[in-house]
């Protein structure tokens, strides 16, 4: 193989693992799971559900309801806590409301009808700027495009031992883009 083409397959196989790291940092994470966004079954239904993720900035909010049964307001820490109305940062009414988490620290929010937020459907989230590691690192062989499995075969012990967490997740995505450059490259006849 000519020394430049190999050179562009670096370029390629990097630029697929980068790709594939922007991929996987942002979530959509759906407020309630399956129960959505309304009156919860008890007042701490939404602190115990978002007390199981991590909320990353870049993430989304993705509030399921319909249009006037619900909607969501964000408002400060102190109308978060009383239910007020006297700092409503802004306001969603078109359901489901997507947000998007673009700043780190603490957002409130609840719903505005009725008495929905006195009975508890409000929900508190602390937004990190920085992904925790994701579940992928701890399994090697397997990683995830856009849908697509990618199956790759386990990196060597030796290589286990030596590279680092962080250099170890591009490894494999770098190899499949890479092979996946040559494959393009291959049917362009170059
Ligand atoms: C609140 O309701 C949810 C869903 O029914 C349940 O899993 C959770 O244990 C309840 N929490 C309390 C404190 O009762």
């Known amino acids: 193989m000519a020394q430049s083409h190999f050179i562009l397959l670096l370029l390629l196989g990097s630029l697929g693992a980068l790709l594939l790291r922007v991929s996987y940092a942002h979530k959509d994470h759906v407020v309630g799971g399956g129960f959505g966004w309304k009156i919860p079954p008890n007042a701490t239904f939404y602190k115990e559900w978002a007390a199981t993720k991590t909320f990353v900035v ?7 309801y319909r249009t006037s049964a619900e909607n969501v307001l964000e408002v400060s820490a102190h109308d978060y806590e009383n239910c007020g109305n006297s700092e409503i940062i802004e306001i969603y009414y078109r359901g489901p409301s997507t947000v998007q988490l673009s700043t780190p620290g603490q957002h409130f929010f609840y719903s505005g009808i009725g008495l929905h937020c006195e009975a508890g459907q409000k929900l508190a989230v602390n937004v990190v700027t920085t ?28 290589l286990r031992a030596t ?21 393009l490259l291959g049917a362009l006849g170059m």
């Open 58 to 64: 870049g993430d989304k909010l993705v509030f399921l």
């Open 163 to 183: 590279a680092s967490a962080d250099t170890r997740r591009y490894i494999a995505p770098a190899v499949a883009a890479a092979l996946f450059g040559g494959y």
């Open 131 to 158: 992904a925790p590691p994701p579940p992928f690192v701890a399994d090697d062989s397997l990683y995830s495009i856009g849908g697509l499995e990618i199956f790759t075969a386990p990196a060597p012990s030796q």
